[in-house]
Nanobody
Framework: QVQLVESGGGLVQAGGSLRLSCEAS????????MGWFRQAPGKEREFVGA????????NYANSVKGRFTISRDTAKNTVYLQMNSLKPGDTAVYYC?????????????????WGQGIQVTVSS
């Protein structure tokens, strides 16, 4: 059974940093694309960023570019989202997802497995 478990969320002041982790179990995802999405109350789920199967290619939403960084540790079957210079507008539930393909995409319906989500709250 495939599971994705996010951790590292919480409450942080504006300007602060958090690092989210997403550990996968049940199978190896080292060659697959993995993405991060977020959903704020009353809003649709939106793309944050993704990393390709090679671990080299990344893509980010314009709203987080230059502040967020995605990386992966294939030995640990884990992907990370380093979030710096956080803003109140970053407040949301953050989800990781894996796509059974190597090429990244920003469309959530093209991802095959999802974590349960973790809350990130940025206070002003």
């Amino acid at each position: 059974q495939v599971q994705l478990v996010e951790s590292g969320g919480g409450l942080v002041q504006a300007g602060g940093s958090l690092r989210l982790s997403c550990e996968a179990s049940g199978r190896t995802f080292s060659s697959y694309a993995m993405g991060w999405f977020r959903q704020a109350p009353g809003k649709e789920r939106e793309f944050v960023g993704a990393i390709g199967g090679s671990g080299i290619i990344t893509n980010y939403a314009n709203s987080v570019k230059g502040r967020f960084t995605i990386s992966r540790d294939t030995a640990k079957n884990t992907v990370y989202l380093q979030m710096n210079s956080l803003k109140p507008g970053d407040t949301a539930v953050y989800y990781c997802a894996v796509r059974l393909a190597t090429i990244i995409t920003m469309y959530p319906d093209r991802y095959d497995y999802w974590g349960q989500g973790i809350q990130v709250t940025v206070s002003s």
